[in-house]
């Protein structure tokens, strides 16, 4: 037995030995496999390196070759771009002296192009002034012979400028043309001056017109007249007096505006006050007159101050304070001058119970006196009514009104 277990014992020495040095055998050819593998990378590496590197060489023989080139290139290049840079100065220089030449040109073409217009439109003048002239000499011949009966040739010479013109001194000095017939002296003659006799015929002309026409019926055209301004006169008086009383009509409709005006601005001030105070506990609320001075054109500016804010303007408040505002408004307009009935359409939308609350104790004072015809959707303001009237839709879609009587109610 204990040679077995002896043998066992070297048996299984054996066995991690032989295990061992399979394992280490296992290590050593996959170190020898990694040393081929490398071994043949390295060979693969140094021929790729080889070829590189003779690629390199043929590249930098081929770099020299082109360096070589490109000297005899860039030597050839400057030259032409010498011989450029020469032709452009030729070109430039000829250029600027052909611009000068077009500028010397051009302005030679304005300058004839401008006396060229000049002419032109002497020339339009002239012949403009020639067909004037012309129109007027044909005139002067229809005129002479339909107011003289006489050709122009007749008319030149029997009184052209180379014949004397007869003149005669009047009373005041003055000189008239063809009235020396009947009068007892003879008329002077004297040369022909055209600014001489223009100047008679202007003076004869004036002297003409301020005649005038000569009207047999002006005798009763002034009676006429006469009685037309008198009329006329008449209805003016009465019109101003009209006026008068018209003005008067105004002033004393004015001053009873006025007085109305102050009555009721004094009672809705005093109902406002305190119907802000109701709805706004601890606020301040007034109204006031943009120009107290002149109450026919003064307007109304409200000012409300909710408690605990510094603000007036009712912009800056909120929907439900701007929308309480208007109701306190409204119910000092009711109790200042109240109505038979009132129609309210939500006024109460967008206030909150408090609010509401306080709203409908207003309601209740003002349904005392007069009937409230009210729009709302709130249950709180149903309560309060005596009739509630609505409209629905029946099933076949037909709309019907219907109505519910809360309290027995007498009428007011």
């Keep these: 037995a204990e040679r077995a277990r002896d043998a066992r014992q070297a048996e299984m020495d054996a066995r991690l030995a032989l295990r061992t040095s399979e394992e280490r055998a296992r290590a050593l050819h996959g170190r020898a496999d990694g040393l081929r593998r490398s071994a043949a990378k390295e060979r693969e590496q140094r021929a790729q ?7 390199v060489l043929r590249e930098g023989r081929a770099a020299e070759a082109v360096s070589a080139a490109v000297g005899v290139v860039l030597h050839r290049l400057e030259t032409s771009i010498q011989q450029a840079a020469d032709a452009r100065a030729e070109v430039e220089e000829a250029r600027r002296g052909r611009e000068e030449q077009l500028r010397a040109v051009r302005g030679q073409l304005r300058d004839l192009a401008k006396e060229h217009e000049e002419l032109v439109s002497s020339v339009h003048r002239d012949e403009v002034a020639r067909t004037q002239q012309r129109m007027r000499i044909e005139q ?25 013109v007869p003149v005669q001194g009047d009373q005041d000095g003055a000189t008239t043309e063809g009235e020396g017939e009947d009068d007892e002296a003879a008329p002077e003659a004297v040369p022909f001056v055209r600014d001489e006799q223009v100047k008679r015929l202007k003076a004869a002309e004036r002297a003409l017109s301020m005649l005038g026409k000569v009207n047999p019926l002006a005798l009763e055209e002034f009676s006429a007249l006469e009685e037309r301004h008198q009329f006329l006169s008449e209805q003016l008086d009465d019109l101003r007096r009209t006026r008068k009383d018209l003005l008067e009509i105004v002033k004393d409709v004015d001053d009873r505006v006025e007085q109305v005006f102050r009555e009721a601005y004094a009672d ?23 120009d107290p001075s002149d109450m026919l054109t003064t307007g109304v500016e409200v000012e409300a101050r909710p408690p605990g804010k510094k603000v007036k303007r009712l912009s800056l408040l909120s929907g439900g304070e701007r929308s309480l505002v208007a109701v306190a408004f409204l119910v000092a307009l009711f109790k200042a001058r109240p109505s038979p009935f009132y129609i309210l359409d939500e006024v109460e939308a967008a206030l909150d119970d408090t609010n509401l609350g306080r709203l409908l104790e207003i309601y209740e004072e003002l349904r005392e006196n007069s009937q409230l015809l009210v729009i709302t959707h709130q249950k709180r303001t149903m309560e309060v009514g005596d009739a509630l009237y609505g409209v629905t839709m029946r099933g076949d879609g037909v709309s019907a009104v219907i109505s519910q009587r809360l309290r027995d109610t007498e009428p007011a």
């Design 49 to 55: 390196a080889a070829a590189r590197r003779e690629r």
């Design 140 to 164: 002067l011949e229809n005129r002479t012979l339909e107011e003289l009966g006489l050709e122009p040739d007749a008319l030149v010479a029997d009184y052209g400028p180379d014949q004397l």
């Design 268 to 290: 809705v001030e005093k109902a406002f006050d305190a119907t802000f105070a109701r709805l706004f506990p601890g606020g301040e609320g007034r109204l006031v007159l943009t």
